[in-house]
């Protein structure tokens, strides 16, 4: 690894601590060098909050350096007016000679005028340094500009035997297929997407509260389809504890924050994007996830394996793709699978 990807890694390691906080806005991390030592770093937090160029400049004790400085940041240096002045005209107020960037912003009002804007000022620019990661970093970000629709992460836990639930439930619980640590974990994603969807069986099935209960972080906007009116008050989900959606397809729904739709999933997943969700984890049952698989609406499926046994119930959905990567927690297992097409 050169230096450039050296400090480019540390941008990224930054960056990732924004994850959950920063929709929907970018992960991005920046880093400001000296004579070989870094002399100012910072992330973007928050959504309306300073950028990570800017904290990283404010971070710098002696700002009379930064006019010999190297400054890395992850993604492209904003150009635009939004709830912050824009990150370019701060560099060039201090003067910063020298600007590393690991990737190119897709959205239509930076799109590559930071970086002209920083040549222009007389700036030597050098951009793609870890780019493929800088990408990867941003996944979700990327897609929501690029497709117009949120980044869909599928999740399940089914059986050793390949079932996700029992046919006959006994009461409005769920029936747990995992350990303590995985539902843990989950609960951890919940705090890192910016929404979690299920379908109307689910709710009725599970009366699920939809949060992140069990890991420190925010809680994910909820989203529920509701064709038939079928989810009353009494469901945890309505309880106004969490912004909460409803997907539906009669026009007659009279629940709060619906959002109608005729042509369902792909429509639905573009009113999501016209609301500014930017990642939803799906954690609906088998009709739901085998819809988003079988009109190829998903990014990333992330599978659990239980260690016991079901015999019979309700059918694991299917993918047509390998896992990209498989870990152990304990007696559980974890399937990894992404769509790059």
């Known amino acids: 690894m050169n230096t450039h990807e050296l400090y480019m890694q540390r941008c990224i390691d930054l960056a990732k601590n924004?994850?959950?906080t920063t929709y929907p806005n970018p992960l991005v991390g920046s880093v400001i060098v000296y004579d070989g030592k870094i002399i100012g770093e910072g992330w973007h937090r928050k959504a309306g909050e300073p950028h990570a160029e800017v904290n990283a400049i404010n971070s710098v004790k002696d700002k009379s350096l930064l006019k010999k400085a190297t400054i890395y940041v992850s993604l492209e240096p904003c150009s635009h007016f939004g709830k912050?002045?824009?990150?370019c005209d701060l560099i060039i107020t201090h003067k910063i000679p020298n600007v590393v960037i690991g990737t190119v912003d897709p959205f239509a009002k930076v799109a590559g005028n930071g970086i002209k804007r920083l040549m222009e000022s007389?700036?030597?620019v050098t951009v793609g340094i870890l780019e493929d990661a800088c990408n990867e970093l941003n996944k979700r970000f990327f897609t929501f500009h690029q497709k117009k629709r949120p980044y869909i992460i599928l999740k399940w836990a089914e059986s050793k035997d390949g079932f996700i639930a029992p046919i006959?439930?006994?009461s409005k619980r769920p029936v747990w297929i995992?350990?303590?640590y995985s539902r843990q974990l989950v609960h951890k994603w919940r705090t890192?997407?910016?929404a979690i969807l299920v379908g109307t069986q689910t709710v009725l099935d599970d009366n699920p509260k939809l949060n992140a209960r069990d890991f420190f972080g925010n809680n994910p906007i909820r989203i529920a389809i509701d064709n038939g009116n079928k989810i009353t008050d009494d469901f945890a989900i309505k309880d106004d504890?969490?912004?909460?959606?409803?997907l539906t397809k009669n026009k007659n729904n009279t629940s709060k924050n619906s959002i109608f739709d005729s042509n369902f999933l792909?429509?639905?997943?573009?009113?999501?994007y016209n609301h500014n969700i930017q990642a939803v984890i799906i954690e609906g049952g088998r009709t739901t996830l085998q819809s988003f698989i079988d009109k190829n609406l998903w990014d990333e499926a992330r599978v659990f394996i239980g260690n016991n046994k079901l015999s019979d119930g309700i059918t694991a959905p299917k993918l047509s793709y390998s896992p990209t990567k498989s870990l152990r927690f304990f007696e559980d297992e974890l399937k990894l699978f992404r769509r790059y097409d």
Do not use: R
């Open 122 to 124: 007389g700036a030597n």
């Open 84 to 87: 912050t002045p824009p990150c």
């Open 266 to 272: 792909e429509n639905s997943l573009h009113e999501l």
């Open 192 to 194: 890192e997407e910016q």
């Open 168 to 170: 006959h439930k006994n």
């Open 178 to 180: 995992t350990n303590t």
């Open 18 to 20: 924004g994850l959950g």
């Open 241 to 246: 504890t969490q912004e909460t959606l409803f």
